[in-house]
């Protein structure tokens, strides 16, 4: 077991930040807290850590009720976006600060302290300050730091935030083969999409204080539960269900709104039967693919994705005519709202 939670609610004032909350985490995979800023997913974070207690509900970790167990005590390392490493000391003391603090032999910290530097690969680096450091590479200290006390949980709060696009990504799959290696049950969070897709088991979709979904990177993608996940996660057009773009296709719907990703829009030279005229606005060449946005007749605008392959094959150029028709879509139940 990992980490389970149980109707845990958290409020500030008048704000409820979470509102009875439950979920578990298996023991020794690697889940993604995703949502706005403002949704909760911080919060659930420092609730699990210790850092807030809840007003209600129950927290277990590794099996034990550590609701209003203290941080200490929970045998957890956590992982801050800004790093807070110590800059008076070196990279080999910051790791090996918790286990100082734990009365470590010195033979014990020396030989785990350089493992964790071969981990993180700064095996030659052990001797320089943290100014010294690129910040991914503080980062990665700071992962090791808290994995040098052999957490249960590994607890992430936003940790590539603080970083450029680039050193992000490199970061993001580094952070997947070091999980993949000691198998620590981790939970970060994160409000980047694509981030939480390629690094997690699980996704958690958050939204004012609730969980929308839970389910792996494809489920949560192919099969959202909520007009909020289709929305949030990956890019979508919301149209009028009585858009010419679904009555000429036979795709109806009792609901006001349909939901089309720009990849199931397809795009056609010449009309046949079930697609409708629209006009390119606008080409955007986004590198592995083209985004078109197209005027519908009715003023409608709708964003499409093509490969460059059938980019070049339809020859496309702005303000050109074409016909378009839906490959798939999805609808919600009234109650559901954005």
């Known amino acids: 077991m990992g980490i389970v939670v149980e109707n845990v609610s958290k409020q500030f004032g008048t704000f409820k930040a979470v509102d009875e909350v439950s979920l578990e985490v298996k023991s020794g995979s690697l889940v993604a807290l995703l949502g706005p800023s403002g949704s909760g997913k911080s919060t659930l974070l420092r609730l699990i850590a210790g850092l807030e207690k809840p007003d209600s509900g129950r927290i277990w970790i590794t099996g034990k009720d550590a609701t209003y167990t203290n941080v200490q005590e929970r045998e957890i390392g956590f992982v801050f976006q800004h790093y807070a490493l110590f800059k008076h000391m070196t990279v080999r003391q910051n790791i090996g600060f918790g286990?100082?603090?734990?009365?470590?032999?010195?033979p014990q910290i020396k030989t785990r302290v350089q493992e964790l530097l071969?981990?993180?690969?700064?095996?030659?680096?052990?001797?320089?300050?943290?100014?010294?450091?690129?910040?991914?590479?503080?980062?990665?200290?700071?992962?090791?730091?808290?994995?040098?006390v052999q957490p249960q949980v590994l607890l992430?709060?936003?940790?590539?935030?603080?970083?450029?696009?680039?050193?992000?990504?490199?970061?993001?799959?580094?952070?997947?083969?070091?999980?993949?290696?000691?198998?620590?049950?981790?939970?970060?969070?994160?409000?980047?999409?694509?981030?939480?897709?390629?690094?997690?088991?699980?996704?958690?979709?958050?939204?004012?204080?609730?969980?929308?979904?839970?389910?792996?990177?494809?489920q949560i993608y192919d099969h959202p539960a909520t007009p909020f996940?289709?929305?949030?996660?990956?890019?979508?057009?919301?149209?009028?269900?009585?858009?010419?773009?679904?009555?000429e296709s036979g795709i109806e719907s009792t609901h006001p709104?349909?939901?089309?990703?720009?990849?199931?829009?397809?795009?056609?030279?010449?009309?046949?039967?079930?697609?409708?005229?629209?006009?390119?606005?606008?080409?955007?060449?986004l590198g592995w693919e083209v985004q078109?946005?197209?005027?519908?007749?009715?003023?409608?605008?709708?964003?499409?994705?093509?490969?460059?392959?059938?980019?070049?094959?339809?020859e496309l150029e702005p303000q050109q005519r074409v016909h378009v028709k839906p490959k798939d879509a999805k609808s919600f139940p009234l109650y559901y709202s954005i």
Do not use: C
Request: hydrophobic share 40%; glycine share 6%.
């Open 229 to 247: 996940v289709m929305s949030f996660i990956g890019p979508v057009n919301v149209l009028s269900s009585t858009s010419p773009i679904f009555q």
């Open 118 to 148: 071969d981990l993180i690969q700064l095996g030659s680096l052990g001797d320089r300050y943290p100014s010294q450091l690129s910040g991914g590479q503080r980062q990665r200290v700071a992962l090791a730091r808290a994995l040098a």
């Open 257 to 285: 709104e349909i939901f089309l990703r720009p990849h199931d829009i397809i795009i056609q030279r010449e009309p046949n039967g079930n697609t409708v005229p629209a006009r390119i606005s606008r080409l955007i060449n």
């Open 156 to 218: 992430l709060d936003e940790p590539f935030g603080a970083l450029d696009a680039k050193v992000r990504k490199d970061l993001r799959a580094w952070l997947r083969r070091l999980h993949d290696e000691v198998h620590v049950t981790t939970v970060f969070v994160t409000h980047d999409q694509e981030e939480a897709m390629e690094v997690a088991d699980e996704i958690v979709v958050t939204n004012k204080g609730k969980i929308e979904q839970v389910g792996s990177p494809a």
């Open 292 to 314: 078109a946005e197209l005027i519908l007749d009715d003023g409608q605008v709708v964003t499409a994705h093509l490969s460059r392959e059938r980019f070049n094959e339809l």
């Open 99 to 106: 286990l100082e603090i734990r009365k470590v032999s010195k």
